[in-house]
């Protein structure tokens, strides 16, 4: 993986939120209205979510965003601080935290929409006032929750400066990435649908994401890792398209999976793992976390995805 020898360190960005969650029979359909008789708080957002599995995981984790004034944000920002995640480099400015709406039905799906507060507010001056954070040999963990111009000023910095950088791709950009950013980004994250936008064409199966892998490889990204749920992990082994099967768990809340697989990547990155490793270790984490419901209060410790591992044959 380029010349990249990890330190440990994990700088991640990306949005901090509110979640708030309830659980339903069934997701609603366009104009439909479904009743539910309960209601739940938890703290989340991408990136706050991917920071603490990342440091649960136990990789030294920073968060680098921007929060607000309110009560809110005041409380993410100690519950990432009881979870490990050096807080030091949040910049408060007036204004609010991210409020995420969450439904999920009793499969464990869910439907997420968001409005980013003050995390939309860190800009491309942020990243080169902050520029000293990018350090060589740490890892940057970024997702696209925040101001696309401020991802790209990050992974361009990040790149240049010697980190390995790992993108989850969520949400998609609604425009193409700039022609230089994928060879400035050594892991791309994205789930199927996610992957579906970037290659331009619909993935419906694990064949489809096999291709895709190629495709991406074509577009730049060194090492690109599809998500596909229950169906597995998509990634290349020594340039060829390879399966990692899902593990087979009682699903409760599939919320922050994603998240758990991408901050369990890095850390086992951030401490040396091959990617082959690290990918069997992330999917484990990010199984344990659909059995229980929340965002981050979903993470399982990492004495739960060894034990986890000790137990797979």
């Known amino acids: 993986m380029r010349d990249f020898r990890p330190n440990g360190e994990i700088l991640c960005m990306g949005s901090v939120n509110i979640d708030m969650v309830m659980v339903m029979h069934k997701l609603p359909n366009e104009g439909e209205t479904i009743v539910t008789d309960n209601f739940s708080t938890y703290p989340g957002g991408k990136g706050g979510n991917q ?79 902050h520029r000293n954070l990018f350090e060589p040999n740490k890892i940057l963990l970024i997702t696209m929750e925040i101001s696309t111009p401020t991802v790209y000023k990050a992974v361009r910095a990040a790149h240049k400066n010697g980190m390995l950088v790992i993108l989850d791709p969520s949400p998609v950009p609604t425009e193409p990435f700039p022609e230089d950013i994928p060879r400035c980004i050594d892991i791309v994250k994205p789930n199927q649908t996610e992957a579906s936008w970037m290659v331009g064409r619909k993935i419906e199966s694990a064949d489809d994401a096999k291709e895709a892998v190629l495709d991406l490889r074509r577009m730049g990204f060194a090492f690109p890792v599809i998500t596909l749920g229950e169906d597995g992990v998509i990634s290349l082994a020594g340039g060829s398209p390879v399966l990692t099967p899902s593990h087979t768990v009682k699903a409760v809340d599939t919320t922050a999976a994603g998240d758990v697989f991408s901050g369990a990547l890095a850390a086992a990155i951030a401490g040396a793992e091959q990617l082959e490793t690290a990918i069997g270790f992330a999917n484990a984490a990010a199984a344990l976390s659909i059995m229980r419901k929340g965002a981050q209060t979903s993470i399982p410790s990492l004495d739960e995805v060894k034990d986890f591992l000790k137990g797979v044959t």
């Not at 440091?55 to 490990?84: C, H, V, Y």
């Not at 991210?98 to 464990?108: C, H, N, Q, W």
């Open 51 to 129: 920071a603490v599995a990342a440091a649960q995981m136990g990789a030294r984790t920073s968060m680098f965003t921007k929060l607000g004034t309110d009560e809110l944000s005041g409380t993410l920002k100690k519950q990432l601080e009881e979870k490990g995640v050096k807080t030091d480099n949040i910049i408060i400015e007036e204004g609010t935290a991210g409020i995420a709406i969450i439904r999920v039905d009793l499969e464990g799906r869910n439907s997420i929409s968001f409005t980013p507060g003050n995390n939309a507010l860190l800009t491309p001056e942020d990243v080169e006032i």
